[in-house]
């Protein structure tokens, strides 16, 4: 394998950059200049340069979705002509994007829609889409095909077959002939299209309760997995014939519970059996392939106590490895040749850069890499190790002053119980440069979504443009947080609005009690469960925060698994009965449901949400605002019409923050 020469990357990084910015430089804080005023809040929640970023099978062609004001653009060019042209895309919501071939990019992106045969009033459908980069021609999957809307239930990858390139997706057959939909009615179907005129062409068909697919790299069907709700029942079944053009599913393995059900993860190391991931039982926290008899292998990855998820071969989609949760994600690959490659990255960037891949051409050697460090907000650089050339192809928050980025330092505290708490803290920029004491700041607690999520040490905008207000921001996580093992997750469980609560106010008192914080300027802040904390921050735990935003955030437990029911008919999924784990008992609900404690509220309140969240319906902050104005409470509502969980309209995501900034400068001034 050719040695990557860092010094060549060095010198060509600007002949194939979209912005002219180097490599991941570092900067000391000692030779930055003094801030003379903080960025505009559109810098850091504006969005960044590359929103989806894919390498093109032969290495030779990148695609990038980015985003101006609330419009989408596909740039595409390629690597050694990088003269780049565009398509517009109109203010599509872009969930993902990769090569059918090396003339046509695949985008999904997804809409607000409510659809017959779906349960519940509306959902995010994915769609996705075929497009020519020659010619601009877009092609969407399962347009006008009888008895399918024109969504993607999942599936969708790259196939290459004795013919050529194509794409497979699968979709549920919902209508019959005479146009009468129902939930059930309708089998799920894996196809595979063209990438011209879509041709599609079915691969199998599975039973209604088939939720996935598993597809080897030339669009042979391995498996597929049936989850039965009513019966609490997860199904394997692989393809035992899979040389022959008629698959043939065998029932491989089964599990029943309500809750912790294995996960098909993707195919094993032999292209034949499959890797499951088990929740519960005997195999809990394991990794295991299961080959179409049912024998169980053993266990794939011996370190069972650490967070970490599978790494597949970008061209024979086999286990490869397993990425590592940790501050920064660890990649640890068995596949000689992929380990080669990950190993001699720290070689091409400079002493304290973080690095991940992003993405691979069909010949591994060439890939796209992310890179950031303590002042760069992110780079992304395109390596050949055929040839030990390079190009840094785009720059994050390229008009973001590196004096103005401070990095996240990682932080442990005790709970009130004991319990090790694992959480970053961010500093005002004026700290690191001036050199003064960080002694009595003002703070304001991040909490994270999920809850079943984490935070990382990778640039975040939210709390870098809180930080350049003059803020501390402490982002701990909490119990039940992902990425600490099993046990720190379900310790979680019916501590929903109590020690999960706790130990957000207990990193507060941990920061006070070392003289970093002014426990007189403490507020909170967070979107989606870490809404929720705002608001149970406000109203369950008072006496710790001068106020609260709550973006998207649910207020009424026993109205949000309500509102989740209607959206399965019904029936208890393990999503649901996961939910009501972690919320206790159902008696001691309306205990933890700010709009039902709304009297207690302790400091003023921002309620911020977008009408087409499907996620937290906005009704969880209609409810909030009732109760605190019957209450005679502080309460301000800002609703954003379009803006969907994710905050993906980026002009509303701008006012957002402006809005939530404002609130903060004037009930706990920086």
């Known amino acids: 394998m050719t040695i990557f020469n860092r010094r060549h990357l060095l010198t060509t990084a600007g002949a194939g950059a979209i912005t002219a910015t180097a490599l991941a430089r570092s900067v000391r804080a000692a030779d930055a200049p003094a801030p003379s005023g903080p960025p505009a809040i559109e810098i850091y929640a504006g969005s960044p340069l590359v929103d989806q970023i894919a390498l093109s099978p032969n290495g030779q062609r990148i695609a990038i979705v980015t985003q101006k004001g609330d419009e989408k653009k596909l740039l595409y060019y390629d690597i050694a002509n990088p003269a780049p042209k565009s398509i517009a895309l109109g203010p599509a919501k872009v969930r993902d994007l990769f090569w059918g071939d090396n003339d046509h990019v695949i985008l999904a992106d997804s809409e607000t829609r409510a659809l017959a045969g779906f349960a519940g009033y509306r959902h995010e459908f994915l769609l996705a889409r075929s497009i020519d980069v020659n010619t601009a021609q877009i092609t969407t999957f399962f347009y006008n095909m009888g008895g399918f809307y024109n969504i993607v239930m999942g599936d969708l990858q790259r196939i290459k077959t004795p013919e050529g390139y194509r794409v497979t997706a699968s979709n549920y057959r919902l209508q019959t002939d005479d146009g009468v939909n129902s939930l059930y009615d309708g089998k799920l179907y894996l196809y595979s299209f063209s990438l011209d005129k879509a041709a599609p062409r079915m691969i199998c068909d599975a039973s209604p309760e088939a939720v996935r697919f598993t597809v080897g790299p030339d669009g042979t069907p391995i498996a597929y997995v049936e989850q039965i709700s009513l019966h609490n029942e997860w199904r394997l079944y692989i393809n035992s014939t899979p040389g022959d053009k008629d698959p043939h599913f065998r029932l491989a393995y089964s599990m029943k519970d309500p809750v912790d059900l294995p996960s098909l993860e993707g195919i094993g190391r032999d292209g034949q059996s499959v890797v499951v991931f088990f929740n519960k039982g005997e195999n809990q926290g394991e990794f295991r392939e299961i080959s179409a008899d049912g024998t169980l292998s053993d266990p794939l990855d011996p370190d069972a106590q650490l967070d970490r998820s599978p790494l597949f071969h970008p061209v024979t989609r086999r286990l490869a490895g397993f990425r590592y949760a940790d501050d920064w994600p660890r990649d640890d690959y068995f596949d000689p040749m992929l380990k080669k490659l990950a190993e001699a990255l720290p070689q091409v960037v400079d002493a304290g850069d973080r690095v991940r891949i992003v993405d691979f051409a069909e010949d591994p050697r060439k890939m796209i890499i992310y890179v950031e460090n303590a002042h760069n907000a992110g780079n992304y650089v395109f390596i050949d190790f055929t040839t030990g050339g390079g190009s840094t192809v785009a720059t994050n928050y390229a008009t973001l002053p590196p004096e103005w980025i401070t990095e996240k330092q990682p932080i442990d505290y005790k709970a009130a119980d004991g319990l090790d708490i694992h959480a970053y803290l961010t500093l005002p920029p004026e700290v690191a440069l001036n050199g003064r004491p960080a002694k009595n700041l003002p703070l304001v607690v991040l909490p994270h979504g999920g809850p079943w999520s984490r935070d990382f040490v990778d640039f975040d905008w939210q709390p870098q443009v809180l930080a350049s207000r003059g803020y501390a921001v402490l982002q701990p996580d909490f119990r039940g947080s992902s990425g600490h093992g099993r046990a720190f997750m379900d310790a979680g469980n019916g501590e929903f609005g109590r020690k999960m609560q706790t130990d957000l106010s207990d990193g507060v008192r941990a920061l006070v009690k070392q003289g970093l914080v002014d426990p007189k300027r403490v507020a909170i802040l967070g979107a989606s469960y870490g809404g929720y904390a705002a608001l149970a921050g406000a109203t369950l735990d008072p006496g710790v925060y001068n106020c609260a935003v709550s973006i998207a955030g649910l207020s009424d437990p026993r109205a949000f698994v309500s509102y989740l029911l209607?959206?399965?008919?019904?029936?208890?999924?393990?999503?649901?009965?996961?939910?009501?784990?972690?919320?206790?008992?159902?008696?001691?609900?309306?205990?933890?449901?700010?709009?039902?404690?709304?009297?207690?509220?302790s400091c003023p309140i921002l309620l911020i949400h977008g009408t087409d969240d499907t996620v937290v319906p906005i009704d969880q902050s209609r409810r909030m605002e009732s109760a605190l104005k019957a209450a005679g409470k502080d309460v301000q509502f800002i609703t954003y019409k379009g803006q969907d969980h994710w905050e993906t309209v980026g002009s509303s995501r701008i006012e957002m923050m402006k809005a939530a900034l404002a609130f903060l400068d004037k009930h706990n001034p920086a």
């Open 566 to 601: 209607e959206s399965t008919n019904n029936m208890d999924t393990p999503g649901i009965v996961h939910w009501r784990q972690v919320l206790g008992d159902k008696s001691d609900w309306d205990d933890i449901a700010p709009a039902r404690q709304a009297a207690k509220a």
